[in-house]
């Protein structure tokens, strides 16, 4: 994806992609699996799961009381599961009024059409939603694909809105549901690797830990990846050194 900030060109590479993009002056670079020597590179972690197993081994490394939540939530709940790999202006729509809502409750950032609008004219976005019998989105996720990996960009529920418990346990039944069902259809699809979008190393906030232990309810491996920002023109790297003179002066401002 390639935009532009006054004269400066610049392109957003995701996985293991060429870094040279035509006609990029810096390269932002995300979710690498080996580390890049110019330019800034840090490392973080995520948690990966393989896809190219057969579907009852990445059943049997589910721990057993997420697998009996998505059995009863499949047999019990009547959900609707809904697959948009090419997510017309409806599903956008949805999602994004969905998401959104979801951000006002927890206090975090809005999703945005037009960087959502960008991935989707690039062929680099996967929505997926559950839904009740009568039509209500209980669930919704959203994925940026590459050419062999899909990355979880998003996933809301409103069940922190709602003071029901009986409510908020069918949420979290049809989430867990939500996830087996996306593994299946994106292993379906031919995509090897399933990335939950990152996974916190440390150790002192209680809400990422908490985050972290709902992801590795559907096994994994937890394993180092890399982004960054590389410059590839004259352009590029000044334009660079500029910015970090400035966020350098911020920072001791």
């Known amino acids: 994806m390639l935009t532009t900030k006054g004269p400066v060109r610049i392109a957003e590479i995701w996985f293991d992609d060429d870094l040279r993009t035509a006609g990029a002056d810096i390269v932002r670079f995300r979710n690498r699996s080996t580390p890049v020597e110019e330019g800034r590179c840090l490392e973080w972690h995520t948690l990966i799961v393989d896809l190219t197993q057969e579907a009852a081994v990445i059943e049997t490394e589910i721990k057993s009381d997420t697998r009996y939540a998505i059995r009863r939530a499949a047999a019990k709940d009547e959900l609707t599961y809904n697959y948009h790999d090419q997510p017309g202006d409806d599903a956008m729509e949805s999602f994004l009024g969905f998401y959104n809502e979801f951000a006002r409750a927890t206090g975090l950032p809005a999703v945005k059409l037009a960087h959502l609008g960008l991935m989707r004219d690039t062929r680099k976005l996967i929505l997926t939603n559950v839904k009740t019998a009568d039509g209500e989105d209980l669930v919704w996720h959203s994925y940026l694909c590459g050419s062999n990996q899909v990355r979880l960009l998003h996933s809301a529920s409103l069940f922190r809105t709602v003071d029901n418990s009986k409510y908020r346990q ?14 299946l259809k994106l292993k379906e699809a031919g995509f090897r690797t399933y990335d939950f979008g990152g996974w916190y190393a440390g150790s002192d906030d209680p809400d990422k830990v908490r985050i972290n232990r709902f992801k590795e309810e559907f096994g994994g491996t937890v394993v180092p990846t890399y982004y960054g920002e590389v410059a590839l023109t004259m352009l590029g790297k000044a334009a660079l050194k500029l910015k970090r003179a400035w966020d350098k002066g911020v920072s001791h401002g």
């Open 170 to 183: 069918r949420v979290g039944r049809a989430n867990r549901y939500h996830h087996w069902r996306d593994f």
